[in-house]
Each structure stands twice: as C-alpha cells, then as structure tokens.
C-alpha cells in the first residue's frame, strides 16, 4: 500500500520521488520541447533538474528542522506529484530557481521561532526573496511573510524591522553592480522583470491544467478545514510557524490570480506550503483506505492530464 510505504521517512523514499521526478521530467523535454539539444543544452537541462530536485531536499528540511509534519515522507511524495501534474513547471528555469530561492528564504524565516540569530536569519530571508525577486518580480509577496513573522514571534525591536531593507538594498547595490560589469542598461532590466498584473486566466485553457487546477485547488479547499483546526492543538511556540506556512498558501494563490504571464508554472509557489498541509492532513485521517484512494486519485492525475 503506497500510504503505508511513505508513513514513515525512510531513504529510499527520495529515490523514489527523485527517479519519478526524473521520468517526469525527461518526458516533458522530449514532448513538450520541439528544439534539439547540444552539449550546452543538455548541461543546462541537467542544472534545471538539479534545481528541481534540490527544491525537493530543501523542502523536506524546512518541514522536519520545524516540525511542521510528523516524520513521515507524504510531504515529498506530495511536492513531487505536484511537479507532475504541472510539467509547464519544468519549462520556466527562472520560476523554478526563484521558488528554490523562496524555499531557503522560508527556512530562515520559520526557524524564527528560536528566537536565535535573528538578524541573520531576517537578513538571509529577505536576501533571498530579493534573488527570487530578480527572477520572478511577484515572487516580491514573499516579504510579507517576514514582516508576518516579525509579528507572530513578538520580535520587536525595530532594528530587527529594519533588516530586511538593509537585505533588499544590499542586492539591488549587487545587482547594480554586475549590470555596470556587464554593461547592461539598468532601466532595461527593470523594464523586463514584467510588474504587471494581469486577470486573464485564457492561456490556461488546457484539459491538463484545468484537471490539475482543479484538483490542488480542491486539496487546498479540503485540507485547509482541517489544517486549520489542527493548529489550535499545536504547542504554543510552534503555532506561529504553522500560521506562516497558510499565510505563504495564500501569497502563491494570489501570485496565481495576479501572474501577468500564466503558463501553468506560476503553480510551483504553491507546491511546498500546500504539501504540508495536505501532509498534516493525511496525519489526522485515521481510515487507511481513504488515505490509499486519496493518493492514488493524486498519483493518477498526472496521467489523466497526459490523456487528455
């Protein structure tokens, strides 16, 4: 029974989401990409794995170092489906290397919780939300979950407030200078990070979008009633960093409605936080054949969507 295989964390739990992920990926080049590779092309498509597959580890340890899940290895399979259900993920580098870069950022915001080396982890935080900036301007929402931590963990001083700016104003004066090194026009680069806002949801008229759409949009819906009422069983010092992870839910749904340039990939954000819910979900569910129907309707989306 595949829920009971990955109710306990075990090793050959990442080799079995890596080589899905894999089969996965290799897949969606050969069909959804029409251009030949070179040498250079097959060594940038291995780094854009890379990314995808370190996204996943770096999500496993930012779940288990704040115990947001018990330990068990659903939260990563669940990560991994998502990819599958949404391959137009595979295809944007820089979307994928900015939700790398807002994973490590809610690392360091989480762990907040400590109370220890809180400037520097305010100032990790903030340093890469303004990378994944670079990449993906409306990955800029994540700050708000900083300024949110700042809160639920009582951290008042306002030198600790300030931080963040002195974070972002540090990798603006980098970038700058890297675009003088490179003699690349500032106001160009500016001009193409895309601020727009945008409501129009027709490019994401596809059968396999819709259906994997549809069914995260429903996991969230379903997972959230009970996510929620979890939270006030939690300890005290860990409800604040259950509290973030719905709020960072809520900033990828909004990334969702607001992308300027709707592919399918602006989905990614909302992969990880989604996973544990969904995680703390199937940790309260106690029949065991709803939770093996509820991951097989998970594990066959992906190949409904390949159907259709």
């Given at each position: 029974?595949?829920?009971?295989?990955?109710?306990?964390?075990?090793?050959?739990?990442?080799?079995?989401?890596?080589?899905?992920?894999?089969?996965?990926?290799?897949?969606?080049?050969?069909?959804?990409?029409?251009?030949?590779?070179?040498?250079?092309?097959?060594?940038?498509q291995?780094?854009?794995?890379?990314?995808?597959?370190?996204?996943?580890?770096?999500?496993?340890?930012l779940?288990?170092?704040?115990?947001?899940?018990?330990?068990?290895s659903?939260?990563?399979?669940?990560?991994?489906?998502?990819?599958?259900?949404?391959?137009?993920?595979?295809?944007?580098?820089?979307?994928?290397?900015?939700?790398?870069?807002?994973?490590?950022?809610?690392?360091?915001?989480?762990?907040?919780?400590?109370?220890?080396?809180?400037?520097?982890?305010l100032?990790?935080g903030?340093?890469?939300?303004?990378?994944?900036?670079?990449?993906?301007?409306?990955?800029?929402?994540?700050?708000?979950?900083?300024?949110?931590?700042?809160?639920?963990?009582?951290?008042?001083?306002?030198?600790?407030?300030?931080?963040p700016?002195?974070?972002?104003?540090?990798?603006?004066?980098?970038?700058?200078?890297?675009?003088?090194l490179?003699?690349?026009?500032?106001?160009?680069?500016?001009?193409?990070?895309?601020?727009?806002?945008?409501?129009?949801?027709?490019?994401?008229?596809?059968?396999?979008?819709?259906?994997?759409?549809?069914?995260?949009?429903?996991?969230?819906?379903?997972?959230?009633?009970?996510?929620?009422?979890?939270?006030?069983?939690?300890?005290?010092?860990?409800?604040?960093?259950?509290?973030?992870?719905?709020?960072?839910?809520?900033?990828?749904?909004?990334?969702?409605?607001?992308a300027?340039?709707?592919?399918?990939?602006?989905?990614?954000?909302?992969?990880?936080?989604?996973?544990?819910?969904?995680?703390?979900?199937?940790?309260?569910?106690?029949?065991?054949?709803?939770?093996?129907?509820?991951?097989?309707?998970?594990?066959?989306?992906?190949?409904?969507?390949?159907?259709l």
């Amino acid at each position: 029974m595949v829920s009971s295989f990955f109710s306990k964390a075990k090793p050959i739990h990442f080799v079995v989401v890596s080589t899905a992920l894999c089969i996965s990926f290799v897949m969606t080049k050969l069909f959804m990409v029409h251009e030949p590779f070179g040498v250079w092309g097959l060594l940038k498509q291995v780094l854009i794995f890379g990314v995808c597959l370190f996204s996943i580890f770096i999500f496993d340890f930012l779940s288990g170092k704040n115990d947001l899940t018990k330990k068990n290895s659903f939260k990563i399979l669940f990560f991994t489906l998502f990819f599958m259900m949404l391959p137009e993920t595979f295809l944007n580098s820089k979307i994928l290397l900015a939700n790398l870069f807002i994973l490590l950022a809610m690392r360091r915001i989480i762990s907040l919780r400590s109370k220890k080396d809180v400037k520097k982890k305010l100032f990790d935080g903030a340093f890469w939300i303004s990378l994944a900036t670079l990449l993906y301007f409306w990955s800029s929402l994540f700050y708000i979950l900083i300024f949110a931590a700042l809160f639920l963990y009582s951290i008042a001083d306002l030198r600790d407030w300030i931080i963040p700016l002195v974070a972002v104003i540090t990798v603006a004066m980098i970038t700058a200078s890297v675009l003088v090194l490179f003699n690349t026009d500032l106001l160009s680069y500016i001009a193409d990070m895309d601020m727009s806002i945008s409501f129009d949801f027709s490019s994401l008229n596809s059968k396999h979008i819709i259906v994997a759409a549809t069914m995260m949009l429903s996991c969230f819906v379903w997972g959230s009633v009970y996510y929620l009422k979890n939270i006030a069983t939690k300890a005290k010092s860990y409800k604040s960093a259950y509290v973030l992870v719905f709020i960072a839910t809520i900033i990828a749904l909004t990334i969702l409605v607001i992308a300027p340039k709707k592919t399918g990939a602006e989905f990614i954000f909302l992969f990880a936080p989604l996973s544990i819910i969904l995680s703390n979900y199937m940790d309260v569910v106690t029949e065991k054949w709803f939770k093996e129907v509820f991951i097989w309707v998970l594990i066959l989306t992906p190949v409904v969507g390949l159907i259709l």
